[in-house]
């Protein structure tokens, strides 16, 4: 259909969100996508991400190829062929909680490597970085677009995938009331990416024969470490219950810190090890984790949001960049039935309804999860049988996902819509 209109569709933040669905939207003859993103080049900040079973089925789909070779190839995953929960500290510390799964392997791989490899398919000239999105206008049916250098431009659709703080999310929500801004979500962490071999000695042989990630329970606090890199680094992480959140999101961390937090651990415990390879950073950061605690709807007319910007979770259940990709594989199968830009509208009010219980139904799971793991749950405890029984099951419905149901849902929906029902 060469004479075709082609539907200008403007993606906002280039991060693994914007990237994903940037390629499953340039398939589409119909679209003109292009990508802004607001650093001066496009990169990923952080160390490891774990892509479970859905975001591989979601990521095949938006690829249109098989995402697990791409992950396990060229981006340097690695699977993780169990996680296994332990009990770090307390009276039952050394006892195992539960292996999750062993069947549907998740792949641990690094951020930048994913975002390379997202970005390596996609045209160049579709890819605009140091574009800091300012303001959104929408008056006529074309929503205009004010980047902080001053540029404008005109677009038929715009999609937000600016992250957690993210100015699409502030349009969309104009009008929804009360603040749905970030908030606390009760928790805080830090990170380090260390050599394999000094993660092995601090932390103990036995734990790295396979490519299994560790978390150890304990009172306030849990301590993990993950096999990354083709078994060349280990990501180790203490993540904590926060009390006193700092405004900034930020805190310096400290020995006296990093003891305080894991005060009830014993001497012999992993923890102890961990300290050491947290401080052995420059300048060693804890961050608070946040939360978008409610989102009323993901769209507003032709501008709609995604992953972080619609649905910031805490990282309990290894989930927003997942939920990310399935949020690319709706909207490009969406938008791959829209007609005109008339549509577009019905496009995103479907997907807004098909994906926020899902996501929202994570973020509460997820905090749960944090509560549990850090001994907080009142049921739970440190009781291992306890966490076992309740912690066991919390995967299951991300994982078990049903993409060809999921998008069906969505087209369903969007017919639905058009036809005024
Ligand atoms: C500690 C931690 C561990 C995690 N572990 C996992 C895990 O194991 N598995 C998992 O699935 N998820 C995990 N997540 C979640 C996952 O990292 C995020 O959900 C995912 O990276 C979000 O991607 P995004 O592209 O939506 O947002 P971001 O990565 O925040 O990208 C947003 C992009 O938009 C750009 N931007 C912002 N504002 C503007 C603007 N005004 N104009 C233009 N560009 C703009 C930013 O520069 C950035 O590049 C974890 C998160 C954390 C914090």
């Known amino acids: 259909m060469p004479d075709r209109y082609r539907i200008r569709i403007a993606i906002v933040g280039g991060g693994i969100a914007g990237a994903a669905l940037a390629n499953s939207l340039v398939q589409i003859d119909h679209l003109e996508v292009h990508i802004f993103e607001s650093a001066p080049q496009f990169s990923e900040r952080g160390a490891a991400v774990g892509l479970s079973v859905n975001s591989q089925n979601a990521l095949s789909r938006v690829l249109n190829t098989d995402a697990k070779s791409m992950l396990l190839g060229k981006a ?39 975002l390379r490899e997202l970005l390596a398919p996609l045209p160049k000239h579709i890819l605009h970085a140091n574009k800091k999105l300012a303001t959104i206008r929408q008056d006529s049916d074309k929503i205009d677009l004010e980047f902080s250098d001053g540029m404008t431009e005109q677009f038929d659709a715009v999609i937000g995938a600016d992250g957690i703080f993210s100015t699409v999310r502030q349009h969309v929500l104009e009008d929804a009331g009360k603040n749905h801004d970030a908030t606390p979500a009760g928790f805080w962490d830090c990170r380090n990416l260390v050599p394999f071999n000094r993660a092995k000695k601090a932390l103990g042989e036995q734990y790295f024969e396979l490519d299994r990630q560790y978390g150890w329970v304990g009172p306030g606090a849990l301590v993990m470490h993950d096999i990354l890199e083709n078994r060349t680094m280990v990501q180790c992480v203490v993540s904590g219950v926060e009390i006193d959140p700092p405004p900034d999101r930020k805190r310096p961390l400290t020995r006296d810190y990093m003891l ?87 496009a995103f009010e479907a997907y807004s309804i098909v994906r926020r219980p899902r996501c929202q139904k994570i973020i509460d799971s997820s905090r749960g999860t944090g509560g549990m793991l850090c001994g907080q749950n009142v049921e739970t405890g440190l009781d291992p049988d306890k966490l076992k029984a309740a912690l066991g099951p919390r995967w299951a419905f991300i994982y078990s996902l049903d993409m060809e149901q999921h998008k069906k849902e969505a087209l369903d929906k969007f017919h639905d819509i058009l036809a005024g029902d």
Not at 106 to 112: K, L
Not at 268 to 294: F, N, R
């Open 76 to 114: 340097g995953g690695v699977p993780m062929n169990s996680t296994r929960i332990m009990m770090g500290a307390g009276p039952s510390a050394g006892s195992l909680v539960f292996n999750l799964s062993g069947t549907y392997p998740g792949i641990v791989v690094h951020r930048a490597s994913i």
């Open 260 to 346: 305080k937090a894991l005060e009830e651990w014993p001497e012999t415990s992993v923890a102890k090890g961990m300290i050491d390879l947290m401080l052995d950073q420059p300048d060693p950061q804890g961050y608070s984790e946040w939360e978008h605690k409610s989102t009323p709807t993901y769209s507003r007319g032709s501008v709609c949001i995604m992953g972080d910007a619609a649905h910031a979770m805490t990282p309990w259940q290894g989930s927003g960049a997942g939920q990310a990709i399935e949020d690319a594989m709706i909207l490009g199968t969406l938008l791959k039935q829209v007609d005109s830009p008339s549509q577009i509208e019905a």
